[in-house]
């Protein structure tokens, strides 16, 4: 196949550059110019932890704002955002800008039930999370165990819990879950057109599967979210590629199977229309028109009025003696037991049968051979006011920086037992204290290298 050199390090398959000349017309060139750029880095603020406001007068950096993300901000190139210690304490989360479109256009209200169908690794679903606060249900799924570990993190360090982490694939949940949920996020599987900037290793696996290997699938996958979703319900269609088979056709085709669909216009100034007839209402976001990569959004709704979920709590089980020192209420769901370690499990309006379950709610710990030993995941899900002990050093303290380490810390004043290690308020995870002696038990993944 043809290459065709875009800058001095990566070339363009001459099939894919005849296709955007097409697509794009007289805007090829700028989309040729904007390819020359390097890709921009971002942040979406975790408004679950802290308001967007609060969080710049915090932010020791200048912050510019991605103009159709409230929550999402471009950061200067001198930023050191993954190794800040907020970055620990789950204020924010590292995302490109393009990529936070998804998940701020479907949208999410207290007490839904909310499907992230193509999760991994978890940056969606954790603005999802946000925005369901303490209540209703997500299912977080991915096909892939793998990068589920990933989500896994994520949601953990942003405090998420009422969410079901799941390896399934879409086409078999389609049978237990029928018209059960109010939100639909298909971040669907694609060649990847749109982030050729930022890999460039996806040019070589576009020239052996190009789009034309990944539209049957995305048929698939869309017409079983169709059927998952309530009547009334949200649905949101989204690829990170150019490609007209994998992004209007996909839709054009489901739209006339399912007329109960009906689109729903975006309307940004950042956004490029549908390029097909009747689909114009969809996002096209080009990196020559906005700060970001590629992206195709589509929002969805379909017919009918809907109905509230009947949700059903687990028999809750006796908490060890730990949990006396956590503030009643701080932790919604039903807290089982499954056997050494425990879950405050979120009620669920579906059966867990047959779901490949890989973290329910919030693990709160496991009892061993010295005691019960509480989890990481505890720490993050909790406010420095939900525990009965705490210490909290400035984001400039060294001692903050040892903690990260797994470091023991000294605090200000004698202290025992177990205790929350916070940050300028924001929780990093516990240790244990004898006086001023805090012995440290921030797990290791989470440990700055």
């Known amino acids: ?9 990566v070339k363009l398959p001459e099939r894919y550059c005849e296709e955007m000349q097409e697509l794009l017309q007289e805007d090829y060139p700028a989309y040729l110019q904007a390819l020359e750029k390097e890709p921009v880095n971002a942040l979406r603020v975790n408004n679950a932890r802290i308001a967007t406001e609060d969080f710049l ?29 907020y970055y620990y304490a789950g204020l924010y ?61 994520h949601l953990e360090r942003f405090g998420a819990k009422n ?12 049978e237990s879950c029928q018209e059960t949920f109010d939100r639909i996020l298909l971040d ?11 890999d460039p290793e996806l040019i070589r696996s576009w020239e052996k599967r190009g789009p034309e290997a990944y539209a049957p699938l995305q048929k698939e996958l869309l017409k079983a979210c169709a059927g998952m979703l309530k009547e009334g319900g949200r649905l949101v269609y989204s690829t990170c590629t150019f490609s ?36 114009e209402g969809c996002a096209r976001l080009y990196p020559h028109r906005l700060q970001g990569e590629g992206h ?5 709704q379909k017919d009918g009025e809907r109905k509230a979920s009947v949700f059903v709590k687990e028999a809750e089980q006796k908490l060890p003696d730990f949990f006396a020192d956590v503030r009643a209420g701080a932790l919604p769901g039903s807290v089982v037991k499954r056997g050494t370690r425990f879950y405050c499990t979120p009620a669920l309006p579906f059966s867990r049968k047959g779901l490949r379950i890989l973290n329910e709610g919030v693990f709160l710990g496991e009892e061993g051979r010295h005691g019960y030993e509480p989890s990481q995941a505890l720490a993050m899900a909790l406010k420095r006011e939900d525990f009965a002990r705490s210490v909290s050093f400035a984001a400039e303290d060294p001692r903050t920086l040892k903690y990260l380490r797994g470091e023991t810390v000294t605090a200000d004043s004698d202290l025992h037992g177990w205790v929350l290690v916070c940050v300028d308020g924001y929780p990093l995870g516990f240790a244990k204290a004898e006086g001023k002696t805090l012995k440290n038990k921030i797990d290791k993944g989470w440990r700055i290298v």
Request: aromatic content about 6%; some cysteine; hydrophobic content about 35%.
């Open 1 to 9: 196949m043809t290459l065709t050199e875009y800058n001095g390090k």
């Open 93 to 153: 989360y590292l995302q490109e800008p393009s990529a936070m479109t998804p998940a701020h256009v479907l949208g999410a209200e207290e007490g839904e039930v909310i499907l992230d169908a193509c999760a991994a690794p978890g940056g969606k679903s954790g603005e999802l999370s946000v925005r369901l606060g303490n209540s209703g249900c997500l299912l977080s799924n991915d096909l892939s165990v793998s990068r589920q570990s990933a989500t896994r993190r």
């Open 163 to 174: 969410v079901l982490i799941t390896a399934n694939d879409v086409l078999s949940l389609k």
């Open 296 to 300: 195709f959004v589509a929002l969805l």
């Open 188 to 198: 669907a599987p694609c060649s990847g057109e749109g982030m050729f900037r930022r």
């Open 57 to 85: 007068s915090l932010f020791p950096y200048e912050l510019e704002r991605i103009p159709w993300i409230p929550n999402g901000f471009y950061l200067p190139e001198d930023c050191k955002a993954s190794t800040h210690p």
């Open 244 to 279: 007209v088979k994998e992004d209007e056709e996909v839709l054009a085709e489901v739209l006339s199977e399912h007329p109960e669909l009906k689109l729903i216009p975006l309307q940004d100034p950042h956004f490029a229309p549908g390029v097909r007839k009747g689909l």
